[in-house]
């Protein structure tokens, strides 16, 4: 079946410019994961969603960050005001439901380039 | 606080040769740990996880892991390396409590010559 999809899979801005990413998950996930990697680290944790609960924003680096989904389905992750230091790739990953048991599925990524 | 250290940055192993990634973590309870396999252009694919039980897991294309929790350790290894191995290796350990988020090290490139 369709694995996780991210678009764009690259996309270069410039910076103070505002970006959209977007996130479809595994039909019938409700956990769904963003995370940040940084070249030549490892990723970092943004945010994560479950089902209709609010969302776990302790990873978003500022207020600049955010992310929106819609019930179980698509996600965005906004990033305003983009900054040099916001280029990275961007992982997102969803799961059957939330819990350390389920395993994580990730999308290809989108590599992010602020110029 | 949850962490994972992977202190080797760069392997070099010729193929057919043996192979040890080594990963120590930090957690204060019993972990929940993970290896991913990262392709150029692709997205991390599992290869093995630990929950509880047998302390030598079994994962895909050939690999294994072995939880030691006298080393806070779970070092990667795979008998004999096929030159279709060469990628970044991640180890990771899972949050118990919140999100339930990954907490990952910073990787090991696997280069593997013929």
């Known amino acids: 079946g369709a694995g996780v999809s991210q678009s764009p899979s690259n996309k270069v801005t410039e910076k103070g410019k505002d970006v959209e990413l977007r996130c479809d998950p595994i039909s019938g996930h409700t956990a769904l994961y963003w995370y940040r990697q940084r070249l030549g680290q490892g990723l970092e944790f943004l945010i994560y969603f479950q089902g209709n609960s609010a969302p776990d924003k302790s990873g978003l680096p500022s207020d600049r960050f955010s992310a929106e989904r819609t019930g179980e389905s698509v996600s965005t992750l906004t990033i305003q005001r983009t900054q040099q230091e916001d280029s990275a790739v961007y992982l997102c990953a969803s799961s059957l439901n939330s819990g350390g048991y389920y395993e994580q599925y990730f999308g290809p990524g989108t590599r992010l380039t602020v110029t | 606080a949850q962490s994972v250290t992977q202190p080797d940055i760069h392997i070099t192993v010729s193929e057919g040769a043996s192979l040890e990634l080594r990963c120590n973590y930090s957690y204060g309870a019993t972990p929940y740990l993970f290896w991913y396999v990262q392709s150029p252009g692709q997205g991390l694919q599992l290869l093995l996880k630990?929950?509880?039980?047998?302390?030598l897991v079994q994962g895909i294309k050939g690999f294994e892991a072995e939880f030691k929790r006298s080393q806070s350790s779970f070092n990667l290894r795979k008998p004999s390396v096929h030159w279709s191995d060469a990628a970044e290796y991640f180890c990771?350990?899972?949050?118990?409590?919140?999100?339930?988020?990954?907490?990952f090290g910073t990787g090991t490139r696997l280069t593997v010559i013929p």
């Open positions: 990771a350990v899972g949050s118990l409590t919140g999100a339930n988020n990954l907490f």
């Open positions: 630990y929950f509880s039980g047998d302390t």
